[in-house]
């Protein structure tokens, strides 16, 4: 079993639509929580931390179930230049260097 | 100027030849990391260096070697290059300091081996 298990996708939506990505994590000693956004070709970054209380960023919405060891991203009013590769990280509690990566969500906006 | 740079961003190679990727930061971070990533199979980490003296290995060090020569300077080695680790190569940064453990990552160097 993978440490972080995403859906693949890709998801096709249209723009304006509402998106859900899920992600679950196997081990539940894990600490840290993370989405970050890959374009084609081109490195990950940083989209937003996840908090056990959920956290919001303008269209973006992050949750944290720790009991079910699952982490979300909400995508309201979806914008075609929100194609891309949405990638789960969870941050090792026995390592504190180590950020383990999903396989990646891919979306797509269309007009 | 990019913060992470690498080169080359490009390389093909053949079988057996010896292969460097080079890292170099402007950000000032202490920890450096070398990742792979294949299609399916997100990023996998080879290496990770703490600091100057530190190096270690990650989950799939094996056929690779580093080099951090400098606080601002990570290399990647092929010895001897195999088709299966054509792939897409990414140096990361971070800071120990920073917020909960942000990586920084270079543009990437995608390797092909013939």
């Known amino acids: 079993r993978k440490e972080v298990e995403q859906d693949p996708g890709p998801f096709n939506v249209p723009e304006g639509a509402t998106v859900a990505f899920n992600c679950t994590y196997s081990?539940?000693?894990?600490?840290?929580f993370f989405w970050y956004r890959q374009d084609c070709r081109k490195e990950p970054k940083l989209l937003m931390s996840v908090y056990s209380s959920g956290n919001e960023d303008g269209r973006f919405t992050a949750q944290l179930n720790r009991a079910s060891q699952y982490i979300s991203l909400l995508i309201r009013d979806s914008k075609l230049s929100d194609s891309a590769t949405y990638l789960c990280?969870?941050?090792?509690?026995?390592?504190?260097?180590?950020?383990?990566f999903g396989s990646g969500t891919r979306l797509l906006v269309r007009p | 100027d990019a913060d992470v740079t690498q080169t080359p961003r490009n390389r093909i190679t053949k079988t057996g030849k010896r292969i460097m990727l080079e890292c170099s930061q402007t950000?000032?971070?202490?920890?450096m990391y070398w990742y792979r990533q294949d299609p399916g199979l997100g990023l996998r980490l080879i290496y990770y260096s703490f600091d100057v003296k530190d190096i270690n290995k990650g989950e799939i060090s094996d056929g690779y070697s580093v080099s951090r020569q400098a606080q601002a300077k990570f290399s990647l080695s092929l010895e001897s290059a195999i088709p299966n680790q054509t792939a897409l190569y990414f140096c990361a940064t971070s800071d120990p300091g920073g917020t909960y453990n942000e990586q920084f990552f270079g543009p990437g160097t995608r390797l092909t081996v013939l």
């Open positions: 990280v969870v941050n090792m509690v026995d390592s504190s260097y180590k950020l383990i």
């Open positions: 950000k000032g971070h202490d920890r």
């Open positions: 081990n539940s000693a894990s600490q840290s």
